[in-house]
């Protein structure tokens, strides 16, 4: 049976280098990339067609980052596509990462360095910002879009009878001590995408609570470090290539350096190949690589609060609900505006 798969942030990294192993397993794939960047998602449609000449991608644009951009959107699913049976969250960013020089040559000295390399904790930080919705950036693009587009697809998502997947691109980084409750926005700290990816992690599981039982089931996985355009944000790509040596003797140490998108898309790959009643809802799918490079996915458990994934749940449908009410009103106030017009011209 043909399978619909949707894939947001699909133009570039380990969103794209996931479509192309996608493709490479099922050819009969409904393949759609869920872009902003309309330019960039058509480059990259044409990258998959040349490997994959037959295969069917669809472009959808997509901006997570707005509220009205999601809502565009999942309409535009709805009239395209009868079911979605895979829905990848994995669009997502850092942006303007500072590294914390000091702390990283603190930490290749202490007992923390394989953890420090693992996960990058207390080497970053983030500056976020308010988007045009009044939102902070980071939990809106990694976290709250993806979430309302669930909830907009949840028709496509919920069918009697049948299973659907939502897979989200998390990451290591995410931190418990990162997110707090008070602020899942995050407008009060400097670890926005940390906290970010610690709430994905959370929403995970609330989803899993919710929505099994429905046949929806949604995973998390962590990708390691993987040079992307999200990394060369972090350090100039011509840095990254210098330091190539030491990262391949890294990673004899730590196995969380996938470095290259296909590597990085192994557990999102991986997934895909998976019945969804046998995999843990407490877990995070981890790809690695071995010191050869050879890539693998193993489960990790994650440090994760029932109590708060409700309460985190409940705060971001009362959010999604505000923001219905706001535009709801905001359309009848256009309305109003345009029968007095109307009215006026008589
Ligand atoms: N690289 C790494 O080491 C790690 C990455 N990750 C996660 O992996 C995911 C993919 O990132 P990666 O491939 O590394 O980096 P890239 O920057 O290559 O990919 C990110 C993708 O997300 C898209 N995107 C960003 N903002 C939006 C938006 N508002 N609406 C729609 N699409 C958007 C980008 O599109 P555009 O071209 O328009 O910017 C791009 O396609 C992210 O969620 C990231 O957090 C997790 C752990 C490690
Ligand atoms: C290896 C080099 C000699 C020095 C690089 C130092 C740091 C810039 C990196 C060490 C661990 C890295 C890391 C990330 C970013 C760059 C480092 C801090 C991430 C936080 C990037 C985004 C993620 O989601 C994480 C999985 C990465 C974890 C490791």
Redesign the pocket.
């Known amino acids: 049976m043909e399978r619909t798969v949707i894939v947001t942030g699909a133009n570039s990294g380990i969103g794209l280098a996931l479509c192309e192993r996608l493709l490479t397993e099922d050819s009969t794939l409904r393949l759609c990339l869920a872009c902003r960047n309309m330019q960039r998602a058509q480059a990259a449609r044409s990258a998959l067609l040349t490997s994959h000449p037959d295969a069917r991608v669809d472009l959808l644009h997509l901006d997570v980052g707005s509220v009205q951009s999601v809502l565009t959107a999942a309409q535009e699913v709805k009239t395209r596509y009868s079911r979605i049976d895979f829905l990848y969250l994995n669009a997502g960013i850092?942006p303007n990462?500072q590294?914390d020089v000091r702390a990283?040559f603190n930490g290749l000295f202490s007992r923390n360095v394989v953890n420090?390399?693992?996960?990058?904790e207390g080497?970053?930080t983030q500056q976020d910002q308010i988007n045009s919705d009044g939102l902070q950036e980071v939990f809106t693009t990694n976290l709250f879009g993806h979430f309302l587009l669930i909830r907009e697809l949840e028709s496509l998502l919920c069918q009697a009878g049948q299973v659907s997947r939502v897979v989200w691109t998390s990451?290591?980084?995410a931190r418990r001590s990162a997110f707090s409750i008070d602020d899942m926005q995050h407008r009060n700290g400097t670890e926005s995408?940390s906290s970010s990816?610690y709430a994905s992690d959370m929403l995970s599981v609330a989803i899993n609570r919710h929505k099994n039982s429905q046949g929806l089931f949604s995973s998390v996985i962590?990708?390691?470090?993987v040079m992307t355009n999200?990394?060369y944000g972090?350090?100039p790509s011509f840095f990254w290539t210098l330091?190539m040596p030491?990262?391949w003797l890294?990673r004899i140490f730590t196995n969380?350096f996938t470095l290259t998108p296909y590597n990085g898309a192994e557990a999102l790959h991986w997934l895909f190949l998976q019945n969804p009643e046998c995999l843990d809802p407490r877990a995070k799918y981890h790809s690695l690589s071995s010191g050869l490079g050879k890539s693998y996915t193993q489960p990790r458990q994650m440090d994760i609060d029932e109590e708060m994934c409700e309460v985190l749940y409940s705060k971001l449908l009362e959010l999604e609900k505000d923001f219905r009410r706001t535009l709801s009103e905001r359309n009848a106030g256009k309305e109003a505006h345009v029968q007095t017009a109307g009215d006026e011209e008589k």
């Open positions: 850092m990462p590294v990283f420090m390399f693992a996960t990058g080497l970053l990451s290591s980084n995408y990816k962590c990708p390691g470090l999200l990394t972090i350090l330091i030491i990262m890294v969380t």
